[in-house]
């Protein structure tokens, strides 16, 4: 289940949502000291090519996992609820 606010129109979008708006409100929400906590954003935002990988390299990381599904082999294994109201981050 997820809010309509997780939509975007492509995986590099997905990445600048998780480090400008995901990450550092998880990172202050459970006290993860961070650089995205303190300012908001990513600090691969200052480089020339961001990418998933891209961050820091602290323990305190939030933004080191990520899950992408091209496509779905087994049908009806994975549903995704989408809810007209933005949940979470």
Known sequence: MA?????VKNLDEAVTRVK?????????RLSCQT???????CM?????????ASGCSGP??????????????HKDRIKVILVGEELGY
Request: hydrophobic share 30%; net charge positive.
């Open 60 to 73: 305190g990381r939030i933004c080191c996992n990520y899950v992408v599904s091209a496509y779905q082999r």
């Open 44 to 52: 691969s935002f200052g480089m020339a090519a961001p990418g998933m």
């Open 35 to 41: 650089y995205c906590k303190e300012t908001g954003e």
């Open 20 to 28: 400008t708006i995901a990450a550092p409100a998880n990172s202050t």
């Open 3 to 7: 809010g309509y606010n997780k939509i």
